[in-house]
């Protein structure tokens, strides 16, 4: 039997079973099961400081859980791009990827053969003599992206690779992420955008360190509960502690079908299909909603 | 104005190491170095050889303190102890003048101890022998004096080997902190912490380059010290080597250590800067370790440039053989096993899959602290939720 928050490697999926991490009296990641297959990329997502980086850290072998396993493959078949890409600034992007290439001992040749087409396909080709330090922010992300892949590893562990990129370079993102899961690695990702997460095959939902929902995206926006209409203004009393704005309108949750008791009358409301973004938000709303009983809450 | 006075204040005050190196360090440095600050020479350590040389401590008197007498040994004998650090004087008695040996390489005490001598001599032709001896005029001749190791006492000859030190210190304490910390800062280091590396290839691997710029560093000052200021090197180069080497290993194991305790860059330099400061002002290089209060001296022992320095001087100047150098050898080499132990434990720590901490919010670095949680869930906040 494995001890208490040690990792195991092995089996044909990688990931945490009943982790708990805490820092002091904070509880950042609350008995957390989570599954990242081989060929498929997950996405865990949630607000700020729901505890996206701490799973991943853990996934990493960054951080030792307090509790529950982590099962991960050898450091040598761990790929890691801590946020803020995890290169080195003062390093150009090939000396970048030569150090990562020696410490994952990857044959010089092939290194060189598939650091010239990562680069070449991410469009970093003709910036390789630059310092890293001296990158844009989303050729800097596709350099970690290229680093922390570079020596194909079975676990691919990704912190925030697309934040405060542009389209087009999140597009080559994808297609290196795309690329690192097809080669058969299991890829985990953290981001904040959820109609980025809608693109990978598995997400994983945190809030304040519990999983609120895991599984396809289409999976959970099936167990979305209750419906979800649009309407043009917040709508008063209880429901409007079940509303949000999103492109310029209010969307209103009733957790038990329409809502009859809003003071907007039901008539002015559409229902709509929710999809992952709303599922999410549902889902975070539906927990603080039970955290904090009406009339008590701040907003 | 004052929005940017009170941030600072504010900022200050959360900087609480920044705030005692404001405030109590001025006040600590001042009461150390105050202490420290002296070029005034009290004792100097004199041995005597030759037939007479049971006479000499009556005859010398203050300041030079007579610490053995050999009068079946010679002027080769008395030598040796000055090149051996024994003593900063030695009188040489027997047929003829008495010869008095000072050793120049302790050039403060060097001076003491030609000034006591001339003035002693002045006295003696205005009143007739030292001591009072009045009723034998002659029976005291004048003693020959030699300066050995620096005749000139040229004070050139004396900094540089020490300055060779403080160069090591500066760029293996200052330059090492500074390039650990700065991949805790950019989150290199837990980059490293996940890679196929083990601590000690990491360890090694950070320190190596900073100890080759070093010895680089060493060699070149040294070069112009004896090329253009003409110091000498009368003693061994292995043996300054050897000393060179396990001081940078002390050295270069404190800089690991400030990094490993460190959260930035500015608290690395406050750190190092009063490790750095210190081995300056109380190694020796400046003030005589004789001059400094013993209060104070104590420190002085646990600085490596100390060491170092004795080593330094005592093989270019005076060319001081291994044997007679065992004990500042020995001294660093315990040095550097008690500060490369803690330092290669630290960053092993470092470098481990980090426990969270108990009673800090958030672990450290960038990218951790941002998985940290807070009280609220900012996913699900109103603001949050309308912004899309």
Redesign the interface.
Known sequence: MTAPGAAESGGDWWGTEDVC????D???LDRVWFRAEPGRVSAVV????????????CL?????P?SGRVRRP???A?G?M????????DLSVTENLAFRAT???VPPQQARERSAELLARAGLDRVGDRLAGQLSGGMRQKLGVIAAMLHRPDLLVL?EPTTGVDPVSRADLWWLIARAAAGGAAVVLATSYLDEAERAQDVLVL???TVLASGTAEQIVAAMPGTLTITSERPAGDAGRRA????GRWRVWDPAGLDTEGAVAPGSRDVVMPDL?DA??VA??A??LALVPAGQES? | MWAMIVKEFRQLRRDRRTLAMMIVMPVVLLIVFGYAASFDVTTIPTVAAGPEAGQVAHLVGEPFHVTATEPAQGRAWAEQQLRDGNAAVAVVTGSGRPQVLIDGSQLFTAKAAIAELSAAAAKAAVNGPAGGQASQPGSQPQPVVTVLYNPELNTSDIMIPGLAGVVLVFVGTIITSLGVVRERQ???L??L?????KPRDVFLGKIVPYFAVAALDLAIVVGLGVGLFGVPFRGSLAVFALGAVLFLFVTLGIGVLISSVSENQGQAIQLAFMVTLPQVLLSGLIFPLSSIAVGVRWISYLLPLTYFNEISRGVMLRAEPLTSLWQPFLLLALLGVVVFTLASLRFRADL????????????RG???A?????A???????S?????
């Open positions: 991490v805490k820092f002091g904070t509880l950042a949630g607000g700020d400081g729901a505890g996206r980086t701490t799973l991943l850290r990493a072998g960054a951080l030792a307090a050898a450091r040598m761990t890691y801590s946020a803020g890409s995890g290169v080195y600034p410490a994952y001992r912190d809030d304040a360190g949000w704005r999103r492109e973004q999410v938000t975070i709303l927990r603080e907003r | 950019s989150g290199t837990e980059q912490a996940v890679m196929p590396l481990a899959p980090a426990a969270p901490r108990r009673g800090s919010g958030t672990p960038p990218e951790s941002r998985g940290a949680p807070t609220t869930s900012a996913a699900g906040t109103p949050a939720r309308s912004a899309g």
